[in-house]
C-alpha cells in the first residue's frame, strides 16, 4: 500500500537547469510533507517542508509546491548543482492527531550533470 | 552542527541470533524514532518513542522489537531472534518536538544489519 508515491526512479539534469522532483500521495489525512536528500552511506537529511495549509514554500533554490485537490506535490531546484546529486524522498507526516510517523516515497535519484 | 550517532555501521549476525543497534540522539532532543530501509525499498517506520515510552509503532515491529533509552544518552534497538527478512539499513533520527514541521527529523547515518 503505496501511501506516497514517487513515480521517477531517476532524474538527470543538466548543471544550472531546473530539476523538478515529482511526489503523489493517497492519504487526506496527511498534513505535512517533507522532503529529504540522501547520500550514500549517509541517512536521509531535511531538506524543506510544507504544511497542508499553504500552496508554496521556498528556501533558496529549493521551492516545494503542494496541489491539495490533486494529492501532488514537487520539489523544484534551481539552478541545479552537481552537488545535488542524491536521491531525493518525499514524505508526508502522520495520518491522525499525535502521529509523528513518517510515510516515505521509494525516492527519485537526481543526477546533475556538469 | 550537533548529529545523530550510529553504532555500529555494519552488522553481521546469525539468524536467531539477538542484535543490539545503539543510537546516540541530539542532545536537546525529546523524541527518538526507528526506521528501516530494506535494500531498493522504501525507508518505512518502525517505532516513535518518549518520555521513556513508545508511542507509537508500525506492524512491523512486533514482539521480536524492542527499544529502550537505558540511561541519559543511548537509544537502542534490540532485535531478539533475528530473522534473514530483518536484513536491511536501520535508521535511528530525533527531533526536538513531535516531528511537526518546525521539529524536523535529524536521522543518523544508520547501521546496515546482514542477517546470514
Known amino acids: 500500500d503505496q501511501q506516497v508515491k514517487q513515480n521517477s526512479p531517476s532524474l538527470s539534469v543538466q548543471e544550472g537547469r531546473i530539476s523538478i522532483l515529482n511526489c503523489d500521495y493517497t492519504n487526506s489525512m496527511f498534513d505535512y510533507f517533507l522532503w529529504y536528500k540522501k547520500y550514500p552511506a549517509e541517512g536521509p537529511t531535511f531538506l524543506i517542508s510544507?504544511?497542508?495549509?499553504?500552496d508554496k514554500n521556498e528556501d533558496g533554490r529549493f521551492t516545494v509546491f503542494l496541489n491539495k485537490s490533486a494529492k501532488h506535490l514537487s520539489l523544484h531546484i534551481v539552478p541545479s548543482q552537481p552537488g545535488d546529486s542524491a536521491v531525493y524522498f518525499c514524505a508526508a507526516l502522520g495520518s491522525g492527531a499525535g502521529s509523528y510517523q513518517l510515510t516515505f516515497g521509494k525516492g527519485t535519484k537526481l543526477s546533475v550533470i556538469p | 552542527e550537533p548529529e545523530v550517532t550510529q553504532t555500529p555501521s555494519h552488522q553481521v549476525t546469525q539468524m536467531g541470533q539477538e542484535v543490539i543497534l545503539r543510537c546516540v540522539p541530539i542532545?536537546?532532543?525529546?523524541?527518538f524514532y526507528w526506521y528501516r530501509q530494506i535494500l531498493g525499498q522504501k525507508v518505512e517506520f518502525l517505532v516513535s518513542?518518549?518520555?521513556?515510552?513508545?508511542?507509537?509503532k508500525s506492524e512491523i515491529f512486533d514482539d521480536q522489537f524492542s527499544v529502550e533509552r537505558p540511561d541519559g544518552s543511548n537509544f537502542t534497538l534490540k532485535i531478539r531472534s533475528t530473522k534473514l527478512e530483518d536484513s536491511a539499513m536501520y535508521f535511528c533520527a530525533s527531533s526536538e518536538w513531535g516531528g511537526t514541521l518546525n521539529s524536523p527529523l535529524h536521522f543518523g547515518n544508520g547501521t546496515r544489519l546482514t542477517v546470514t
Open positions: 518513542f518518549y518520555n521513556n515510552e513508545i508511542s507509537e
Open positions: 542532545s536537546n532532543h525529546l523524541y
Open positions: 510544507i504544511s497542508s495549509i499553504k
